[in-house]
């Protein structure tokens, strides 16, 4: 897993920080998930934080959340992405994520 900004990997390998910034119960949540995305060999095994794949600017992310509506959207982090043979994504075949926000937020 990548992190889009310093900020985002601060949030999701320090728990101070993510208490600080997302509170004690979205933290054991965002941990929680995070910990099922990297056992998983596909995201559809995610079965919590109503996993959903949401094109945003003609971009396929994959988003999860947490309490209070708090979204952590990934994209695709491949060199060169699996697709399918229409060109969308192949979304079983993702194995490298990369956040690039958490509650709208990307940056520190």
């Known amino acids: 897993m990548s ?12 728990e101070d920080t993510a208490i600080e910034n997302l509170g004690v119960r979205n933290t054991r949540l965002l941990k ?17 934080g109503d996993p959903q794949i ?5 971009q396929a992310l ?10 952590v959207l990934f994209i695709a982090n491949h060199n060169t992405n699996p697709r ?3 060109g969308e994504l192949d979304w079983n075949k993702i194995s490298r994520l990369k956040v690039i926000s958490i ?3 990307n940056d520190a």
Do not use: P
Request: glycine letters at 4%.
């Open 32 to 48: 929680n998930r995070l910990a099922d995305i990297k056992a998983a060999s596909s995201k559809y095994q995610i079965s919590v």
């Open 103 to 105: 509650g709208g937020k």
């Open 54 to 58: 949401i094109n945003v600017d003609n």
């Open 84 to 86: 399918k043979k229409d």
């Open 3 to 14: 992190f889009k900004t310093k900020w985002l990997r601060e949030i999701c390998e320090c």
């Open 62 to 71: 994959f988003s999860i959340t947490l309490e209070n509506d708090i979204k």
